[in-house]
């Protein structure tokens, strides 16, 4: 079975800038946290526990109430005693550690493509057709968050995610789970017309609805394309004969096999069967 496959541009996680100072983090839960200095990255908000720039823990930023000066005078290493105690461990809500878990470290390359192979064998998806759409939601970064509120690789909006049963959308495993699972109901919905399905990811099946295909969004329209061509790139880096076979079908047109219930046929579309851009999508 073959798709016909033509990426958003990525998501570019802007950080805040750093705030020097020994301040104390005062959290919802009544714990608070010393720290030498902070930043904002996306939802999260990263404390220096030293100078060291890997010495840090990440908070949900709204599970901080408020930031105080750190009025304790500092002990002098003479005064110290031999053997101090150990710093008394934090106590974090269940959801709050998972979360500071979660986020220590973006999700390495390796570990992503075992999660997208797994989604991708449970829900009969082309794990490649899964990464171009993480290429063109969040550039690969777990962390990523859109002017919308979409969150993560596969950027799940919070209702799309309760909806999927993904808790947290910054886990990555969860994240990949639940947007191969949306993907694969968008392609069934869609009778496995691959352009339809890719915009109401983007846009909303209702507004794929209303206008009886893709809709004449430019954001819509571009993301389309950019992740069939991605795709498409892809399939013709591991097979260069698809390519002498495209030439034999339609002008400007590629095809590749993505993993699909055999009972299906599959829609295919080109550029030229979009319709012109009038309006702007909301995501």
Do not use: C, W
């Amino acid at each position: 079975m073959k798709f016909l496959f033509q990426l958003a541009l990525g998501l570019i996680l802007v950080e805040a800038p750093l705030a020097n100072a020994t301040d104390l983090a005062i959290l919802r839960n009544g714990n608070s946290i010393r720290h030498e200095r902070r930043q904002v990255v996306g939802p999260v908000t990263r404390l220096y526990l030293s100078d060291s720039a890997s010495g840090y823990i990440e908070i949900p930023t709204d599970q901080i109430e408020r930031f105080e000066t750190d009025t304790t005078p500092a002990i002098s290493q003479a005064a110290a005693p031999e053997r101090p105690n150990p710093a008394p461990k934090l106590s974090f809500p269940s959801s709050i550690a998972q979360t500071v878990n979660q986020q220590q470290a973006l999700v390495d390359r390796r570990s992503l493509d075992e999660m997208v192979s797994g989604a991708g064998q449970r829900h009969q998806i082309d794990p490649d057709f899964i990464n171009s759409v993480i290429r063109a939601e969040s550039g690969f970064n777990n962390r990523a968050v859109s002017k919308k509120g979409a969150q993560g690789l596969m950027q799940l909006m919070p209702q799309t995610a309760s909806h999927l049963g993904v808790a947290n959308s910054f886990d990555p495993n969860s994240n990949v789970e639940g947007g191969t699972k949306y993907l694969r109901e968008l392609l069934e919905k869609y009778n496995y017309d691959v352009p339809k399905a890719l915009a109401a990811y983007n846009a909303g099946p209702g507004r794929v609805d209303r206008y009886r295909g893709v809709p004449p969004y430019f954001e819509t329209q571009t993301y389309v394309a950019k992740i069939i061509r991605d795709f498409n790139r892809k399939k013709l880096a591991e097979n260069p004969s698809l390519a002498h076979r495209s030439k034999t079908t339609k002008p400007h047109t590629q095809t590749a096999k993505v993993p699909a219930p055999k009972k299906h046929t599959v829609k295919t579309a080109t550029a030229n069967s979009f319709p012109k851009p009038t309006e702007s999508a909301s995501r």
